[in-house]
């Protein structure tokens, strides 16, 4: 039964990070170089699903905390990127193009140590 729901607590942390790199491709693709509230959206799904993730229940194997923690540095970087591009957005009206790509780069780099690094 616990593996069963650690499935379903996956799952419900890749639809976090599609939602999150979903939005940003909308955006990256219509040429708007600007924050979403669905991103932040995403973010927050992904992030929870992963604290939940990270604790050692229903499997008989060690976790990989540093790969669990360098993910959660990844996340973390990502949220303040879309934190103070959402505020420079609402001072400004833009967001500096780098900012916005750094965020794309960085969902992409967390999604690529989660199935790379074993």
């Known amino acids: 039964m ?15 990070f599609a939602v999150l790199f979903g939005a ?3 955006e990256a693709v219509a040429r708007r170089i600007r924050v979403t509230r669905l991103m932040n959206i995403g973010l927050a799904i992904a992030g929870v ?4 993730l990270a604790a ?3 499997i008989e194997y060690d976790l990989n905390y540093v790969k669990i923690g360098v993910k959660l540095v990844v996340l973390l970087a990502i ?5 103070i591009g959402a505020a420079r957005q609402r001072r400004t009206g833009s ?3 780098a ?6 780069i960085l969902t992409l780099l967390n999604a690529a140590i ?5």
């Open 56 to 58: 050692p229940w229903g």
């Open 99 to 104: 900012m916005f790509w750094l965020i794309g």
């Open 24 to 26: 940003w491709v909308v």
């Open 114 to 118: 989660a199935v790379i690094w074993r």
């Open 95 to 97: 967001l500096p193009p």
């Open 2 to 16: 616990l593996e069963v729901l650690r499935h379903i607590v996956v799952f419900i942390h890749l639809v976090g």
């Open 49 to 52: 699903a992963g604290l939940a």
């Open 79 to 83: 949220g303040a990127l879309l934190g």
